[in-house]
Nanobody, 125 residues
């Protein structure tokens, strides 16, 4: 069992930065792929980024490449999403997720094992 708690959201001006954190409970955190998703009002949830169990592999949606970076600290059971050069279109509720398989995170999010409660990110123009 893994419980996920996001933090770090808030209101920021366009061009600014935020760092989201996702703290996980459970002894098996280091065996899971971790993902970040977001959902804007009236839109479907979308994949943002993912990181492998050891941090050796990362994946990003095209619209955030070069601006967002995900990392993890398995000793602290925490995954991060560093967001730079934020744009108003990045406004959404951001969720972290955990699953043993990358393919589930990337293509079958409805089957993801564990989700956090979400944190609001608002980027003003």
């Amino acid at each position: 069992q893994v419980q996920l708690v996001e933090s770090g959201g808030g209101l920021v001006q366009a061009g600014g930065s935020l760092r989201l954190s996702c703290a996980a409970s459970g002894r098996t955190f280091s065996t899971y792929w971790m993902g970040w998703f977001r959902q804007a009002p009236g839109k479907e949830r979308e994949f943002v980024a993912a990181i492998s169990w050891n941090g050796g592999s990362t994946y990003y949606r095209d619209s955030v490449k070069g601006r967002f970076t995900t990392s993890r600290d398995n000793a602290k059971n925490t995954v991060y999403l560093h967001m730079n050069s934020l744009k108003p279109e990045d406004t959404a509720v951001y969720y972290c997720a955990a699953d043993p398989q990358f393919s589930t995170l990337y293509t079958r999010s409805h089957e993801i094992t564990y989700w956090g409660q979400g944190t609001q990110v608002t980027v003003s123009s």
